[in-house]
């Protein structure tokens, strides 16, 4: 069980299972912390929501977007194509990074993409048709850290929920990293809390990490 002292994101991580990917202790030692969720209504109406925390529990980032999806599971996947975006336009490729998700498919693809790129043999991808796109972008992103693995919570338990369900509640205290306040390596970054950018709209993930293929 955690110390619940801890930051909420590494306190989520420490107790929740990683699929497929052994979860001894040394993999709590994170430099940052993920957690992802989108929502879907069947007006086409959704949001994006993204919370990213160092290890000390510093805000780096904190999104709440309105979006338009066709279905959850392609909300998933494009909220967590977005937190992986911003977190790496500032983050250095060496941080280790703990991804926090409420979709059972989509934390286990994570982790089997992320031994992929350790060489260990394949593991099947189920990956919905729609989200296709998206899934190329993660990969991308999952192979351009040092070290990323996904642990699966309950939607409850994820911090990113309300972001995603409600962002017009939340438009008014988005957070984004601002450069000049990352200098890239992660033992710098670990006590910035980021920058408040309040009424920032945030624009949807880039299509254009499209490197790995499905």
Same mark, same amino acid.
């Given at each position: 069980?955690?110390?619940? *002292? ?13 699929? =497929? ?16 969720? !989108? *929502?879907?209504?069947? *007006? #086409? @109406? #959704?949001?994006? !929501?993204?919370? /990213?925390? %160092?290890?000390? !529990? ?13 279905? $959850? $599971? ?28 409420? =979709? @059972?498919?989509?934390?286990? $693809?994570? $982790? +089997?993409? %992320? ?17 296709? =796109?998206?899934?190329?972008? /993660? ?9 990323? +693995?996904?642990?699966? /919570? @309950? ?10 369900? %409600? ?16 200098? #890239? ?8 809390? #980021? %920058? ?19």
């Amino acid at each position: 069980m955690a110390a619940y *002292s801890r930051p909420a994101l590494r306190n989520l991580f420490d107790d929740s299972p990683t699929p =497929h990917i052994a979860h001894p202790p040394r993999t709590h030692h994170r430099d940052y912390y993920l957690a992802a969720d !989108g *929502s879907f209504r069947q *007006s #086409g @109406d #959704g949001g994006l !929501g993204v919370l /990213i925390e %160092t290890r000390e !529990g510093g805000t780096v980032a904190r999104l709440a977007v309105p979006d338009q999806v066709p279905d $959850n $599971n392609v909300a998933e996947y494009r909220a967590l194509h977005l937190g992986l975006d911003v977190l790496a336009e500032h983050v250095h490729p060496e941080a280790r990074v703990g991804v926090l998700v409420d =979709h @059972d498919d989509l934390a286990a $693809n994570v $982790n +089997r993409a %992320t031994l992929a790129t350790r060489g260990d043999p394949p593991h099947p991808y189920r990956v919905p048709r729609a989200a296709r =796109h998206h899934w190329r972008g /993660i990969r991308a992103r999952v192979a351009r850290f040092a070290e990323l +693995r996904a642990a699966r /919570i @309950d939607s409850g338990e994820n911090p990113a929920h309300p972001l995603a369900n %409600t962002p017009e509640q939340y438009r008014g205290t988005q957070v984004r990293p601002a450069p000049e306040a990352l200098p #890239g390596e992660p033992a710098d970054l670990r006590d910035e809390p #980021g %920058t408040r950018d309040r009424g920032q709209e945030v624009p949807p993930p880039s299509r254009a990490d499209r490197h790995a293929s499905d």
